[in-house]
């Protein structure tokens, strides 16, 4: 089972935002346990959101380590490649 994620712009902990990039869509992630901000560019996201492989925190001391959804992703626009 994946948890889900709401998207913020406000980059609060647990939360995501979709990011534009020479290579279409991508999101940054902020870690609900310790608020670390990290991008999901080493990741696929499916058209639902699901994001594979599982995430794990940049944190060192941050145990976070699991499958995410991120909420909403399938209501933006998608971006057309450069």
Known sequence: MKNSYPQSND???GTWKGLK??????ASF???LCGGLGTLSGHEIDPMGGVSPSVVCHNDRCSF???ITLEGWETLTPIDPD
């Open 11 to 13: 980059y609060s902990p």
């Open 21 to 26: 990039t020479s290579g279409g869509r991508k």
């Open 30 to 32: 902020s870690c609900p």
């Open 65 to 67: 380590h699991e499958h």
